[in-house]
């Protein structure tokens, strides 16, 4: 009740977040969802505000599923922004369905394999339910909901 009355002080203030970086270079790895042999308008907002981390940050989008639509989906994520550095292409019948606990383990594979520093998704239900399980396999504390990026290190959230 105490901390509630202190956060209520603040008023409609934003709350901004500084996280440490400890990598000189920038990577990001976008977590992207696809439908109908193109990445969702959701997913291309996540990967604008992933290039909003800072200059020289080597972005790599992550779509998963199985068949066609996710080739014509890496396809299509491969030319709709020059900013995308790779298009990973997950093929595998189990991730035709958004699974959080299969996601997870493929991003704990993922990042320990390009050693990415920052991973983002939409702030939808595909999101909120992937990252905080990557995140807990990682042993990192995902940064939610946020609505201004301020640099690598600077996130600015909603109270």
């Given at each position: 009740?105490?901390?509630r ?13 500084r ?29 604008e ?95 939610t ?14 109270w």
């Open positions: 009740m105490r901390i009355g202190l956060l209520g002080a603040f008023g409609g203030r934003a709350f901004i977040s996280v440490p970086i400890f990598s000189r270079s920038i990577s990001t790895l976008v977590l992207a969802k696809h439908e109908g042999g193109a990445v969702k308008a959701s997913s291309l907002s996540a990967l505000a992933a290039k909003l981390l800072g200059e020289g940050n080597s972005v790599s989008l992550l779509l998963t599923g199985s068949g066609p639509s996710l080739q014509e989906a890496a396809a299509h994520a491969a030319s709709c922004s020059v900013s995308i550095s790779r298009v990973l292409v997950a093929d595998w019948d189990k991730f035709s369905y958004p699974l959080a606990e299969v996601w997870a383990k493929l991003v704990q594979a993922v990042q320990q394999k390009g050693n990415y520093s920052h991973i983002v998704a939409a702030s939808g239900s595909f999101g909120k339910n992937i990252l905080p399980r990557a995140a807990a396999l990682l042993d990192v504390s995902p940064i909901d946020v609505i201004e990026i301020r640099g690598s290190d600077l996130f600015v959230r909603p």
